[in-house]
Nanobody
């Protein structure tokens, strides 16, 4: 079992930066693949970024590539999403997600994850 708690959301002007954090419980955090998803009002939850347990592979949605960076600290049981050059269309609730390591991991699919946080709101104003 993994419990996830996101933080770091808020109101930010377009062009600004925010760093989201996700704190995970459990002693085997490094064995979990981690992802960030977001959901805007009236839209489906969509993939943003993911990172494998051993940190050697990262994945990004095309819409955030070169602006967002996912990272993790397996000692502190933390996952981060650094968001730069924010746009109004980045406004959404951002969710952290986790799944125990397995060979058929599909990082961009929400159904690939077993554990979810409660979300943190990011609002980008023009």
């Amino acid at each position: 079992q993994v419990q996830l708690v996101e933080s770091g959301g808020g109101l930010i002007q377009a062009g600004g930066s925010l760093r989201l954090s996700c704190a995970a419980s459990g002693r085997t955090f490094s064995l979990y693949h981690m992802g960030w998803f977001r959901q805007a009002p009236g839209k489906e939850r969509e993939f943003v970024a993911a990172i494998t347990g051993n940190e050697d592979t990262t994945y990004y949605a095309d819409s955030v590539k070169d602006r967002f960076t996912i990272s993790r600290d397996n000692v502190k049981n933390m996952v981060y999403l650094q968001m730069n050059s924010l746009k109004r269309e980045d406004t959404a609730v951002y969710y952290c997600a986790a799944v125990f390591y397995h060979m058929n991991y599909k990082p961009k699919e929400k159904t690939a994850y077993d554990y979810w946080g409660q979300g943190t709101q990011v609002t980008v104003s023009s």
